[in-house]
């Protein structure tokens, strides 16, 4: 008797540690051994990822994440699992991914077909349409109202490949000028220099929301691509992106992920207090119901 | 680390066609050298006249370089890139800041680019300059008023041809940081090296290739300078002289 119990509780042991030891793998068991999560953010991708006037990270993305890190401290009974934030930007969001400075990055990258190359991608968090911001008052109302003008869009978007390749291919003869980033892109709309700013609609929204007279600003034309944003992690990780998955999952089917939406596109939002006025689209209600990390083509 | 290597990338064809992304990195490595050029140019030409404005007995004279000096050396190169770009069209009367924003983008930045590097390096040109002047011995100046030079020919055969050949070496210097210097040109959009360098990286997540390729460039430009300043400080020696022998 005695006997039989010492084994099944040896047999206890030895599984319950099994189930710890030798699964945990990769990204989850640097966070298990340093009891440390590192979390990459956005500094202005607004309402994604950004600063509010007392120096935290919020947003969208952030929300998100923050539903990852609840998940990690409740599935590896970590209780006091530090958060490291740092803020990265969309030319080094890769390398501090792949390195290990950053454990996951959630703010607004496009999941591409190059990039799943060197990083992993969360199920789709958000769909956007590429399209233009432009002065209402402007007569452009779609893409071929930009022919011989001079039209600004970011850097290292998909956009700006977008753009130039149009340009191209149609011989519109627009000047193309590619900003650092989106700030410094709306203000070289603003300030005249460029009739039209192309860029993700989420984007401009956001942007318009922080301008002198948001009334001023619409949004038009017909979405020339739709692009899916997702969170970066390593590759060949599969148990954390296991864990990610499931975590956004879950709070996409439960409805909670709607909510956050709402908080962040259908509702005032720092800094300026500004409704964005976003409503969900057909495509992100599909990626909500059936959660899936595919590239849009 | 699970970095996917792939040095073929240079060969490979851009989305926009006509061109492989290395020419995308020898367009960008000529817009460089450009303006890099350009605004040396402008640079030595100001520095030369400012450094010899601060060391001449007329008040207003140094007092326009010193503040020069103090305003350009004193402040971020970025910021002035910004200034240049963005506020000074905003500050000029409308009309001609709305014919300034409505040439060519490329024109553009390449002009804000230019001025910017060429003030901000003239600035460091001038205090060189007057370090060079006020490091010959002041009895030059003496000899040649008293031959019956006047001032400005006093400083054109007696006082500047020494002055520049002690600051020859830190001119080299000030020559290589324009081209590195050039580079903040990428926050405007200007598509030089750096601006190619990270747009590749863009399109192809690839970034560890194309930072070293753009490292390895910038690196040829200045080892190209240094020989050709070497050449040039050598033939200008003086034997037996400071800075020359």
């Known amino acids: 008797m005695f006997n039989r119990l010492l ?64 998940a990690v401290k409740k599935d590896l009974k970590l209780p006091n699992l530090k958060v490291t934030l740092t803020a990265v930007t969309s030319q080094n969001r890769i390398p501090l991914v792949q390195n290990g400075t950053v454990d996951i990055a959630c703010g607004s990258a496009t999941n591409n077909l190059e990039r799943q190359k060197q990083v992993a991608f969360s199920d789709t968090i958000f769909v956007i349409g590429t399209r233009l911001l432009t002065k209402k008052d402007s007569g452009i109302k779609d893409f071929a109202d930009l022919a ?41 709309l603003e300030t005249g220099r460029a009739v039209a700013f192309m860029m993700d609609d989420a984007l401009l929204a956001g942007q318009r929301a922080n301008a002198k007279h948001p009334k001023d600003w619409v949004i038009v034309g017909k979405p020339m691509s739709n692009e899916a944003y997702g969170c970066m992690m390593r590759k060949d990780d599969p148990q954390f992106k296991a864990l990610v998955d499931k975590t956004f999952a879950k709070v996409m089917k439960s409805g909670e992920a709607a ?28 990626a909500f119901k059936h959660p899936n990390d595919k590239a849009f083509p | 680390m699970n970095y996917h290597w792939n040095w073929d990338i240079f060969l490979a064809e851009t989305p926009s066609g006509s061109t492989t992304y290395l020419g995308w990195l020898l367009s960008g490595l000529e817009v460089t050298i450009a303006v890099s ?89 001038c205090e060189q300059v007057r370090s060079g002047i006020n490091s010959l011995s002041v009895g030059q100046r003496y000899a040649g008023l008293a031959l019956g030079f006047t001032l400005p020919q006093t400083y054109r055969y007696a006082i500047l041809p020494m002055a520049i050949r002690i600051i020859l070496p830190p001119l080299t210097s000030e020559f290589l940081n324009i081209f590195k210097n050039s580079a903040v040109a990428s ?36 080892v190209v300078v240094m020989v050709l300043m070497h050449k040039i400080e050598a033939r200008a020696r003086v034997p037996g002289n400071a800075g020359g022998g």
């Open chain 1, 148 to 188: 011989g003008k001079n039209v600004v869009t970011t850097a290292g978007t998909t956009s700006e490949r977008l753009l130039r390749k149009l340009n191209e291919d149609k011989k519109m003869g627009m000047n193309i000028i590619s900003a650092k980033d989106h700030g410094e892109s709306f203000l070289t």
């Open chain 1, 259 to 286: 909510k956050i939406y709402k908080k962040w596109f259908m509702s005032p939002v720092p800094p300026k207090g500004m409704n964005l006025d976003f409503p969900m689209s057909d495509d992100m209600k599909a």
């Open chain 1, 7 to 70: 084994l099944a509780a040896m047999a206890c042991f030895l599984f319950s540690t099994s189930v710890l030891a030798a699964e945990l793998t990769g990204t989850l068991k640097k966070i298990k051994d340093t009891n440390t999560i590192a979390l990459g953010h956005r500094d202005s991708s607004v309402p994604f990822s950004y600063y509010n006037d007392k120096n935290e990270v919020i947003g969208y993305s952030q929300d998100l994440m923050m539903k990852v890190v609840a």
């Open chain 2, 37 to 125: 050029l350009s605004a040396w140019i402008i640079a030595l030409i100001v520095g030369l006249f400012m450094g010899v404005f601060r060391t001449v007995p007329n008040r207003w004279l140094s007092g326009i370089a010193t503040v020069y000096v103090e305003v350009f050396r004193n402040t971020p190169l970025l910021v002035q890139l910004f200034i240049w770009y963005f506020v000074m069209p905003e500050l000029l009367p409308v009309s001609i800041g709305n014919a300034f924003k409505s040439i060519n983008p490329f024109l553009q930045q390449f002009i804000a680019a230019m001025l910017c590097l060429a003030l901000f390096t003239g600035a460091r040109v």
């Open chain 2, 187 to 222: 926050t405007i959009g200007l598509l030089e090296l750096a601006a190619q360098g990270r747009q590749l990286v863009d399109y192809t997540a690839q970034a560890y290739e194309s930072f070293i390729a753009v490292t390895v460039l910038f690196m040829a430009i200045n």
